[in-house]
């Protein structure tokens, strides 16, 4: 068990909704990142959040959206959802911002599947 | 286009050695990963190399990294049918102080009885 915590597990919607996925990260970590895992694109980096602040941002559409909140966790909101954002998201946390050393622990995943 | 590269499978015998290869193309990485990805489950850090480094051994796990080639390796000695998972092989955003990897494709690691 990592530490870092997702909700849901899984979920299943239909094309046009808007869903909200929700990480915890490890205790006492102030990084938040999320990453899309699917069959054509692999694991790709979606965005960071540091101390609730976006730290960086990387291959995320304008329809998602992310936040972290002063308790730390973080929340990806995903809308006017396609067929194609089928996917796994996964979601990270480390100690610091990112730099030499700091390393990334993964939480479980939340499995969307777009009908 | 994929700028870490892993071949997609690779089948052993249960007590054989496995050797997953991973290309990376950045130089400047500074420190390099191995998680692994079981059915229906997250990914699991297994070990890290610093690219000062030649060579990290963790029990049963062996990694070698040949900067100049810009090639990475993970050895599983005494390979378990436990063993068989998904591979990803991470490099750490090139020359930043940001945090994101870059993964590859993963290896799709069998291990026969």
């Known amino acids: 068990d990592s530490g870092v915590t997702q909700t849901p597990k899984h979920l299943i919607t239909a094309t046009g909704q808007r869903v909200t996925l929700r990480c915890s990260p490890r205790s006492g970590d102030l990084s938040v990142y999320w990453y899309q895992q699917s069959l054509d694109q692999g694991l790709q980096f979606l965005i960071q959040?540091?101390?609730?602040?976006?730290?960086a941002k990387g291959n995320i559409l304008e329809r998602f959206s992310a936040q972290q909140f002063p308790d730390l966790h973080s929340e990806l909101n995903l809308s006017s959802l396609e067929l194609g954002d089928s996917a796994l998201y996964f979601c990270?946390?480390?100690?610091?911002?990112?730099?030499?050393?700091?390393?990334?622990?993964f939480g479980p995943g939340t499995r969307l599947t777009v009908l | 286009g994929e700028d870490v590269e892993q071949s997609l499978f690779l089948s052993v015998r249960e007590g054989d050695s496995s050797v997953i290869n991973c290309t990376y193309t950045d130089s400047s990485s500074t420190y390099l990963y191995w998680y692994k990805q079981e059915p229906g489950a997250g990914l699991q850090l297994l070990t890290y190399i610093f690219s000062n480094m030649d060579m990290k051994q963790d029990q049963r796990l062996t990694v070698l990294l040949n900067k100049k080639d810009k090639h990475l390796s993970l050895r599983i000695a005494d390979t378990q049918t436990g063993d068989s998972a998904i591979y990803f092989c991470?490099?750490?955003?090139?020359?930043?102080?940001?945090?994101?990897?870059?993964f590859g494709r993963g290896t799709q690691l069998t291990v026969w009885p």
């Open positions: 991470a490099e750490k955003d090139r020359g930043s102080t940001l945090g994101r990897l870059y």
């Open positions: 959040y540091y101390n609730g602040e976006e730290r």
């Open positions: 990270a946390s480390s100690a610091q911002a990112g730099a030499v050393g700091d390393t990334q622990y």
